[in-house]
């Protein structure tokens, strides 16, 4: 039912001031007679392709409606109202060719069923182009893709096909094909239909959306893509910020290769993060010295979120280089101290408490180190 929310995007910004203006041009269009029908196809031809172009924009996950331009209602940019409509009309011509043989019930199920199938071509002329709407098996994996979704539309079609059939009434007249007699508030009327068609679109544009990981279908706008860009650009400033440490470390300045990096996690909405890719692309230096100091400031974040595993293999690491490595706090030696024994790694253990009572000045850390140095040596 999370899709229920893109019925409410026609009723936004552009999307109402166009079925508000369009709703006059077509009511004025239809008192004009002969001399209307030119603007009502022009009404009309645009209002459907500005449909698409609705579609479009909630399809790439974006919940405000476009802005009509010339380029939605040049038919070289836009053909698929125009696609739609040959799809439907071949398919009623290559069933009827088929009502001598198979009968005129047969015939009228096949088009029944056919009709069900017309969000599945609308979705298929998005994601894959005209041609791969002729595909009835393409039409047929999105249904079972997604049946929950689209029966959702088919109910929202079945209702502005009410809304039509109670709104409007078709009256034969001798200059026209048909005329449209809507009594009560003309625009409102037809306003109603209008947005029923583009809550129609913006409902099957908002099931691509919603449902693109089924229907392999790869919008402009996701959470996944806006986390990769986010991503991209943490890297490119994590990149930026090595590159002027490792400059400073070169040069020998190593206090202001260290303030560098306090300020840069102090601005930093996710210091534990920003310290772990540090410490990696620090622990790719000749000069390990950086890096342990930040083994040593990452170590208890890394307790701290839990990360035990982590924690002792930043240890480990340190100790290969270093053997003389150790934490800043007595109390977080400790930790790592019963972690290493807990896992079976004495060795680790008993390098992290070699000179611990000349290292930490802290009373009970060294008393709690004694006891587990006994229990090493059992």
Excluded at 93 to 100: I, S
Aim: neutral net charge; aromatic residues 8%; hydrophobic residues 50%.
């Amino acid at each position: 039912m999370e899709t229920l929310k893109y019925l409410l995007i026609p009723l936004r910004g552009a999307s109402i001031v166009l079925i508000v203006l369009f709703s006059f041009l077509l009511l004025l269009a239809g008192r004009g007679g002969l001399m209307g029908l030119p603007l009502a196809l022009i009404v009309v031809s645009w209002f459907f392709k500005y449909g698409f172009a609705l579609l479009d924009k909630v399809a790439d996950g974006v919940n405000e409606p476009p802005v009509l331009s010339y380029e939605m209602v040049n038919p070289a940019n836009e053909s698929r109202p125009l696609g739609l409509v040959a799809v439907v009309g071949l398919f009623y011509l290559l069933t009827g060719l088929l009502q001598p043989t198979l009968g005129a019930e047969a015939v009228t199920s096949l088009r029944a069923i056919g009709l069900l199938l017309v969000p599945a071509i609308v979705m298929t002329q998005v994601m894959d182009g005209f041609f791969e709407s002729l595909n009835p098996l393409k039409l047929l994996q999105i249904v079972v893709r997604v049946p929950g979704s689209y029966l959702l539309i088919l109910a929202l079609l079945a209702g502005a096909w009410w809304l039509a059939a109670a709104l409007v009434t078709w009256l034969p007249m001798a200059e026209l094909p048909f005329a449209i007699s809507i009594p009560m508030p003309d625009m409102v009327r037809v306003m109603i239909l209008m947005y029923a068609w583009l809550a129609s679109f913006a409902m099957i544009g908002g099931v691509l959306y919603v449902r693109r990981a089924e229907l392999g279908f790869e919008p402009s706008h996701t959470p996944e893509r806006a986390a990769a860009k986010e991503e991209r650009e943490r890297q490119r400033e994590i990149d930026q910020l090595i590159d002027r440490i490792f400059a400073e470390w070169r040069g020998g300045a190593y206090g202001n290769a260290w303030r560098t990096i306090e300020r840069h996690l102090s601005s930093s909405p996710r210091p534990s993060e920003e310290l772990q890719v540090l410490f990696q692309r620090a622990s790719q230096w000749p000069d390990q010295r950086l890096a342990h100091r930040l083994a040593q400031e990452l170590i208890p974040h890394l307790l701290a979120a839990r990360r035990t595993g982590d924690a002792l293999n930043v240890a480990r690491a340190q100790l290969k280089a270093d053997v003389k490595f150790k934490p800043l706090k007595g109390e977080d030696t400790i930790k790592l101290i019963e972690l290493a024994r807990d896992a079976g790694d004495r060795r680790v253990a008993r390098l992290l408490l070699a000179d611990f009572d000349e290292r930490y000045e802290d009373d009970v850390a060294r008393r709690i180190a004694g006891q587990l140095a006994q229990q090493l040596e059992r």
